[in-house]
């Protein structure tokens, strides 16, 4: 069996059914729940500064380029940074529980995502250059190893003045104590909400971001000492993801750069501190799991040929101004856990927020380099002000409209609907309330039906695993976690709220846009609409003024 099967097969073992969820333990198992914060102790932590209100540009100025002032990278910079992307953003409080919610969302809030610095020599962080883990409990970096600058002048060779690099791993356990199989697929919507989280903070401070595609995982794992067998427990190890180049200025162009072998096996071959904390007593191990891992595991890649521009949309884009700052923007998102089934958008704001996620080359975060477009979004109108209820599809890119008009039931109308700016392929498949049916697909969730909208995200998916190897598998879902990030961020914009829904019935779904076998798969979806507050919970802080260190 060729590796890309193999992430096929988990596919499709790991799809929810109407008679039959995927496999999990079924229950909770509280006694082995896993720690959300790890600490690599006793390696030493550095405190960071939160961030202030009055150094963020508006929010709808990070999506434009040159708008938000390039900022030095301090301390205080990428304090704001960190805080600004996968910090915690509120504490929760109900009858004596607590729990922490953080900047990047995460499904059952397990965050498998652990996140790693590696930075040169700053003031106030260390007088060497270093890799670190973030630690989001205290907002501090810990640091694991630190090394010379001549080593850190080879690491940066290929890149543009002031470069440093964020790092993005997974803890698998974390998601499966409570998913099981199907919770593979979890931590890679996580990872695509991290990243373009990332890329939102850099845009905030006037930078700019790319990640290094052609690196492969073992590189990765060697920079940020995941492969330290020694320092973890053997069920609770790191997964390598992704690293992001974050660049201070705002236009960079260092497509092609990476970071060689030989200079990372200097940086691994150096002293490292701490080592994980353990996250929980005992695991239940699922051999699905570590064997989709193991097939999707990236090598060094080329990089794909450049995609052509989608420029068509940027002048046609309806205008919305709005006043709101990044930083309320960012730090606001939530979830919301039910939507009240009456808020409705108006039809500028819906349009707008589809623009946001039809990517074009100079549109954060679809900017970062090798960004291939393989996800379109099926849509449930259910209240958007001017526009018929009904299942509507969004091609975000217009070079694959033909294969999915070919693809997608021949029956649809695919309308052009009233006010669609110029250039953005959004058309009307079939009109009909379609509130009971999405709630349906969404494994019963009311959320899905009680919105202004709710969707499918349906990827290229057979031909982009044959095209680009197994590890692509984990790039689909990356790329519908940002669909959704932006989407999470818009609905706050929006005055609305929004949600992610990882619980739907994968082949119904497909039953309904009429897709046959694995040519297209639906990945993710998400719903945005008015919400009903839980007035039962207490929101605390985020941070003690002192923060206190564990
Ligand atoms: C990939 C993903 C899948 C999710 N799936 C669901 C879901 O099926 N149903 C639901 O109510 N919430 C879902 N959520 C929302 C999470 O439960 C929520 O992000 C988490 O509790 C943290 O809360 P916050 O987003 O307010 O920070 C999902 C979130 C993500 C990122």
């Keep these: 069996m060729e590796l890309w099967e193999v992430a096929a097969n988990y596919h499709q073992q790991t799809k929810h059914h109407f008679h039959r969820h ?328 819906f349009y707008w927020m589809l623009t946001r996620v039809f990517p074009t080359r100079r549109r954060v975060p679809w900017d970062m380099p090798c960004s291939q477009v393989c996800a379109h979004l099926a849509v449930f109108v259910h209240r958007v002000d001017g526009l018929k209820p009904g299942l509507y599809f969004l091609v975000r890119d217009p070079g694959q409209e033909a294969a999915l008009h070919a693809a997608l039931d021949s029956s649809f109308g695919w309308e052009k609907p009233p006010g669609c700016p110029a250039g953005l392929p959004f058309c009307l498949l079939q009109a009909g309330d379609c509130r009971q049916l999405a709630s349906q697909v969404s494994c019963g969730q009311a959320i899905a039906a009680d919105g202004a909208f709710s969707l499918g995200m349906i990827v290229r998916f057979e031909e982009s695993l044959k095209e680009h190897g197994a590890w692509f598998y984990r790039r689909l879902f990356w790329e519908t976690g940002m669909i959704g990030q932006i989407l999470y961020l818009e609905a706050e914009a929006a005055g609305v709220r929004s949600t992610g829904i990882g619980c739907f019935f994968d082949d119904p779904v497909h039953d309904v846009l009429g897709l046959r076998g694995m040519q297209y798969q639906s990945l993710y979806h998400f719903t945005v609409g008015g919400p009903t507050e839980d007035t039962r919970l207490t929101t605390l802080p985020p941070y003690d003024v002192n923060r206190p260190v564990r």
């Design 22 to 349: 995927a496999r999990s333990l079924g229950y909770m198992d509280w006694a082995t729940q896993p720690d959300p914060f790890r600490r690599f102790a006793p390696a030493p932590l550095l405190i960071l500064p939160l961030a202030a209100d009055e150094q963020t540009p508006s929010y709808d100025a990070i999506y434009e380029p040159n708008e938000a002032p390039v900022q030095a990278v301090t301390v205080q910079t990428l304090g704001s940074f960190f805080q600004l992307s996968l910090a915690i953003s509120a504490w929760k409080e109900y009858e004596g529980s607590r729990w922490a919610l953080r900047v990047n969302p995460s499904s059952g809030n397990l965050h498998p995502t652990e996140g790693y610095l590696v930075a040169p020599a700053i003031r106030g962080l260390h007088h060497e250059p270093g890799v670190y883990h973030y630690a989001p409990h205290e907002h501090g970096l810990e640091l694991r190893t630190a090394f010379s600058q001549e080593i850190w002048d080879e690491v940066v060779a290929g890149f543009p003045p002031g470069t440093f690099f964020v790092g993005l791993s997974s803890i698998h356990w974390r998601e499966a104590w409570k998913y099981g199989e199907r919770a593979y697929r979890y931590c890679q919507h996580d990872i695509g909400h991290a990243l373009a989280a990332i890329r939102v903070a850099a845009a905030v401070h006037g930078w700019s971001a790319t990640w290094l595609a052609t690196l492969s995982d073992e590189a990765l794992a060697a920079l940020l000492g995941l492969d330290r067998l020694q320092d973890f427990e053997p069920e609770e190890r790191e997964e390598p993801e992704v690293l992001a180049a974050i660049i201070p200025s705002a236009a960079a162009n260092s497509e092609n750069a990476s970071i060689p072998h030989e200079i990372i096996r200097k940086i691994a071959a150096g002293s490292w501190n701490g080592k994980a904390q353990k996250l929980s007593e005992n695991h239940v191990n699922w051999d699905a799991i570590a064997d989709v891992a193991k097939a999707c595991l990236k090598p060094t890649t080329t990089l794909p040929e450049s995609e052509a521009e989608n420029t068509s949309t940027r002048s046609s884009m309806v205008r919305i101004e709005r006043t709101c700052t990044a930083r309320q923007i960012i730090l606001q998102r939530r979830s919301a856990v039910a939507l009240d089934g009456v808020t409705s958008l108006t039809r500028d704001q």
